[in-house]
């Protein structure tokens, strides 16, 4: 099967700009995650959806981050205005609610506020 | 969910066996022990998980205590490809359970050839 997509890569923007990350998980699967992994750290869940509503969101910086998923099936995460400390790798996961469904993690978004 | 403890790093000879600990003194009767592993510039790779017995698969074994407050990941013939960050995670994930997957800062497994 084919894995979580996430795109770009790679980004760089300046201090107050905005960006906005894409995710596309594993067909089927209901459950979709945004982690936020700061250098050196674990990843950090910042909101997880089931389908196409909000599970848990008590982590996600509301003030500037946002995050949807229209269709139940792909994702965006936007932050605006972006700030030096946003500087991380952006992980989109997924999983099926059958059983006990692993997470199944795509490669990131590493992002760079200068 | 309850919390891990995990030791930063682990040091392993190529060939042999990689035993990694954790301790989830409060794990709950609920909870599942998870393990993951993070290669560099890599999203985190589902490794085995269990709730009170044993488990074995293509990738690792996972021993957990009778009393559940600790396990041990094994990996039974480390190669340099298991060099990797191990996250050892405790979540009531599963079971069609939406409960979260928290991430410590895990174990950086070194293999050395």
């Known amino acids: 099967e084919a894995g979580v997509a996430q795109s770009p890569r790679y980004k760089i923007i300046e201090k107050r700009q905005s960006v906005a990350f894409w995710c596309n998980p594993i067909?089927?699967?209901?459950?979709l995650y945004w982690y936020q992994q700061i250098l050196g750290q674990g990843p950090k869940l910042l909101i997880q959806?089931?389908?196409?509503?909000?599970?848990?969101d008590s982590q996600l910086p509301k003030d500037r981050f946002s995050a949807e998923r229209l269709k139940g099936v792909d994702s965006t995460l936007k932050i605006q205005p972006a700030k030096l400390e946003d500087s991380a790798v952006y992980l989109c996961?997924?999983?099926?609610?059958?059983?006990?469904?692993?997470?199944?993690f795509g490669n990131g978004t590493r992002l760079t506020v200068t | 969910d309850a919390k891990t403890t995990q030791p930063p790093s682990m040091d392993c000879a190529e060939g042999r066996a990689a035993n990694l600990p954790c301790n989830h003194s409060t794990i709950s009767g609920n909870e599942y022990v998870y393990w993951y592993r993070q290669i560099h510039s890599q999203g985190p790779q589902y490794i085995i998980h269990g709730l009170k017995n044993n488990e074995t698969n293509e990738m690792a074994s996972l021993i957990i205590t009778e009393d559940r407050k600790s396990s041990t990941l094994i990996l039974p013939h480390a190669t340099l490809r298991d060099t990797a960050v191990y996250y050892c995670i405790v979540s009531r994930h599963g079971s069609g359970n939406t409960g979260k997957l928290i991430f410590g800062q895990g174990t950086t497994l070194q293999v050395k050839p």
């Open positions: 996961a997924s999983s099926s609610r059958v059983g006990n469904s692993p997470l199944h």
């Open positions: 067909s089927g699967h209901a459950t």
């Open positions: 959806f089931q389908n196409n509503g909000v599970v848990d």
